[in-house]
């Protein structure tokens, strides 16, 4: 497939973003957490969105704020969908529903912005650096793209209204969700050849798979809980529903748990629960996994993920959840002292001025 023709909204090189606070290269060694934020009030107030910086290991203190402003070419706040990092090339990634942004972590510049033409929504991107796989915004297909140029290398097209992207921690297979699916496409990152798993009891929602890609976890639409499905036979293994609470009204996604976590020794899945404002536990030691623990957090949670050293949970509320004592910890706040809330947000860790290490947005395991 010949490349498509992207619109450049900006730079033929690198624009500075106006960032105060420390340096990037004089950040203390040690973990930081870098939060995509989306909405009006970004808007408003800071000319656009922005990545929030956190320093976890001094309890999630604010550290700065790096604008995005001037990169929404429409003029007015779009909605932001995903969030990707790499270590290697010192790159982070933020998508919106029309273009995806490519900053310097070291520099914190803006290297370029791209928008295609189908849009976009929650990408992932190969442990290199090499690839990114971005699925247009709830449209058939999903783009394979340089990560380096944003140049469009191929598609894949399962015709599933593309949302939701994981690349395994190996590298070796991309996994497509789409909203109007109950399959999860399977992606050889080798041959772009394609498999299926499932079908799940309804369309795939946010999901997550262990470090060995042989299970994936999935919401899915009209269940307080989640399925799970064998990821080398593609059949579907268990449905796994929360007790105690019962579904009902939520405010966003329009699906009772919209976010699905393992922690990254795989021994617990962590599953959102938006109505009744709970993230439950759940053990993952047996099999199907069996609910253990429900935790209240302060607003309708809609993701989590979680710290690469498993210690803490970090739901999209913006709450800090300790993972073996199941506390609240800490919360997110700005630097006016207003709450952080997000669903796109991963970890950055910095040695002697350089990125050494990143997460993901996904709470993905990591037992290999």
């Not at 919401?219 to 080398?232: A, H, M, R, S, T």
């Not at 009204?249 to 393992?262: A, D, F, I, T, Y």
């Not at 899945?269 to 009744?276: G, K, L, M, Q, S």
Request: glycine content about 10%.
């Amino acid at each position: 497939m010949k490349p498509f023709r992207c619109l450049i909204a900006a730079l033929a090189s690198a624009v500075p973003l106006s960032s105060p606070g420390v340096p990037a290269a004089e950040l203390p060694d040690g973990r930081y957490l870098y939060v995509a934020v989306p909405g009006i009030r970004n808007y408003l107030e800071y000319g656009g969105h922005g990545l929030l910086v956190f320093e976890i290991d001094k309890d999630y203190r604010f550290v700065k704020r790096i604008p995005t402003a001037g990169l929404d070419v429409t003029g007015k706040p779009i909605n932001v969908k995903g969030v990707c990092a790499n270590a290697g090339t010192g790159r982070i990634y933020v998508s919106t529903i029309k273009q995806l942004q490519c900053i310097d972590l070291h520099a914190e510049k803006l290297l370029w912005q791209r928008e295609y033409p189908a849009g976009c929504d929650r990408m992932s991107m190969t442990p290199d650096g090499t690839r990114i796989y971005l699925p247009s915004y709830e449209n058939d297909y999903w783009y394979v793209l340089d990560a380096i140029s944003g140049d469009e290398i191929t598609r894949i097209t399962p015709r599933s209204g593309a949302h939701n992207t994981i690349v395994s921690i190996d590298g070796t297979e991309a996994y497509l969700a789409g909203l109007r699916s109950p399959l999860l496409t399977v992606v050889d990152t080798a041959t772009q050849e394609t498999r299926t798993v499932g079908p799940f009891a309804h369309s795939i929602r946010p999901f997550t798979i262990n470090g060995s890609r042989t299970r994936v976890y999935v919401c899915i639409n009209q269940l307080l809980g989640f399925e799970v499905g064998d990821l080398k036979s593609g059949e579907k293994l268990h449905r796994v529903e929360v007790s105690g609470f019962e579904q009902g009204p939520v405010k966003r996604h329009g699906c009772p748990s919209h976010g699905v976590g393992l922690t990254p020794d795989e021994k617990e899945v962590w599953v959102v629960d938006a109505h009744n404002q709970h993230v439950h536990v759940f053990d993952n030691t047996v099999s199907p996994p069996r609910q253990i623990a429900s935790i209240r957090v302060r607003d309708e949670p809609g993701w989590v993920t979680f710290r690469l050293d498993g210690r803490h949970a970090w739901p999209s509320t913006g709450d800090i959840v300790d993972v073996k004592s199941r506390k609240v910890v800490a919360q997110l706040t700005d630097e006016t002292g207003a709450a952080v809330m997000s669903e796109k947000m991963v970890e950055v860790q910095w040695r002697d001025g350089k990125v050494v290490r990143t997460g993901d947005q996904f709470g993905l395991g990591r037992v290999r």
